[in-house]
C-alpha cells in the first residue's frame, strides 16, 4: 500500500475542502475540515501519509518519510521514493523564523516551504495558505511526529502526516 492510498476518509473532506476554497474565510474552514479528517483518522495506515485533491494532478506515491536538521535550523521532511533521486513532497520548516513549540499550529507563510524533485521537474503550485503542527519535537535522534496542510492556489490541497526519526544534516 502506498502513501497515495492511506487515509481514504480524508478523501472527502479534502474533496470538500477544494470545493470551499473560493474565499479566504471558505479556505480557513476547509482547512479545518482536512485537519478534522485527519485527526480523526490519526493512528490509521503507517506513520507517514499524504493525500489531496492536488494528486489527481501529481503523483504522491512514496516508499518512506525521513526527517532532518540541517545547519541547525532547517527541520527538512520528505516523503521519499527508494529510486535514489525521487522526492514526492518535501516540507522545509525554518525553526529560526517559525520557533516550534509541541501542539502549536505555525502558519505556512514566512516560515514553510513545499517543494517536490521528480525526474519531469513538476513542482507543486504555489501555496494560498496552510498549516504545519509538530506533537512531538526533540533533538537530533528523537521521533519527530507532525502534520502539515495546505490550499495551492489552484485551489487544490494537499495533506501529510510524518514520525521519524530526526537526523543531522550539517
Known sequence: MTGA???RARSAATAAAAAAAATTTAGLLALAAVAAAAAATAGCGKP??????????LSLEFDRCQAALQMGRYLIVEYVLDDGVSEAAQLTVDTMLCPIEPNAELDFAGCAFLGRTVPDGTDFPAVEMGTVVLFQWGGVGDTID?????????????????????????
Not at 502539515?148 to 550539517?170: C, I, K, M, P, Y
Open 5 to 7: 492510498t492511506i487515509g
Open 48 to 57: 507517514c501519509t499524504l493525500d489531496g485533491s492536488e494528486g489527481q494532478a
Open 146 to 170: 507532525g502534520e502539515f496542510h495546505v490550499l495551492f492556489t489552484n485551489g487544490n490541497t494537499l495533506s501529510g502526516e510524518f514520525r521519524a526519526e530526526l537526523v543531522d544534516r550539517s
